[in-house]
């Protein structure tokens, strides 16, 4: 989970909303999951990506692109 807060702050949150990267997924980090899911649908041609705050392959996918790794 650290790996996913690390990218999730890289990609959506303002310095002054970074998520704790503590590897715990609470309900900030489920949020910024669904902010970027819905930011990835509205953006990137992701239609297809749910919305549902699950860090699954398809969300994973999307991410990794968006932070250049």
Known sequence: MVALQIKLNQTISPPAQR?????SFGTKTTNAVKIFQQMV???????N????????????HALLPATDI
């Open 49 to 60: 990506l749910r919305v549902d705050g699950v860090a699954g392959p398809a969300t994973w």
């Open 41 to 47: 649908n509205d953006n990137t041609g992701y239609p």
């Open 19 to 23: 998520l704790v990267v503590d590897g």
